[in-house]
């Protein structure tokens, strides 16, 4: 009840207004109405790794039938595309943690909206303490604190850490970027809940993603889906 206030009077005071173009929000969002409808929505894909089918969103790919990822679904709230890349660079390398409010909050709609998103833990993906020390702040934990709000489930930061400091891994071709990522992560706890939902903001060739999913699955969890803001296809 206290937050519900607090958080009502910051509104009072500070009104939402678009991230992108700068109009009053809506919906008590940092966003305007015309960007949130320009927002570009994930076609409907692989039930196991999220690519493009063009059968509809209930089968799962030719790759994923081949060589199954460790992972058991991927679920993401939208394209990675104008105007969203906006929001999405911002987070990561402009310090918004305005954008991570808002891309958090339209996550956490997003996914409430399906019904079917549940989990008895969400994970971010950690950066390595040299990278967090530079960047000041973990931009997956970040949406995560915002998810929690729609889906009831544990934060849990103090699962996986990233032993290995990597190279960026948008910086890397496509077929480099699973060696640079194996065995960068460590199990910190051995109580691993069932259902784990690892969070990230962009998914592109998802190495990273199941290089966790394979540590929690190896450690006893019995589901483990990949939630993100975006899903690039480049």
Not at 103 to 130: C, F, S, W, Y
């Amino acid at each position: 009840m206290v937050y519900r206030c607090l958080n009502f009077a910051h509104r009072y005071v500070f009104p939402p207004y678009c991230r992108l173009c700068g109009a009053p929000g809506h919906r008590g969002l940092d966003i305007c109405k015309e960007c949130d409808s320009s927002l570009p929505k994930a076609d409907a894909g692989c039930r196991q790794c999220g690519m493009p089918l063009a059968t509809g969103d209930d089968v799962i790919c030719g790759r994923c039938l081949r060589q199954p990822p460790d992972y058991d679904a991927v679920y993401a709230a939208f394209a990675y595309d104008y105007p969203l890349d906006k929001l999405i660079k911002a987070l990561k390398f402009d310090a918004s943690l305005a954008a991570a409010r808002l891309l958090g909050e339209l996550m956490g709609r997003t996914l409430a909206k399906t019904g079917n998103r549940q989990a008895d833990a969400i994970v971010p993906v950690p950066l390595h303490k040299t990278r967090l020390r530079e960047r000041g702040y973990n931009q997956a934990t970040e949406l995560a604190k915002q998810v929690r709000k729609y889906i009831p489930a544990s934060l849990r930061t103090d699962l996986i850490e990233r032993s290995r400091h990597t190279q960026i891994q948008s910086e890397l071709p496509a077929k480099a970027r699973r060696g640079n990522v194996r065995g960068a992560f460590r199990l910190k706890k051995a109580n691993v809940p069932p259902r784990v939902a690892v969070l990230d903001d962009v998914m592109t060739t998802g190495c990273t993603v199941n290089e966790i999913a394979k540590l929690l699955k190896r450690a006893g969890a019995e589901q483990v889906e990949i939630w993100v803001v975006a899903r690039a296809f480049k």
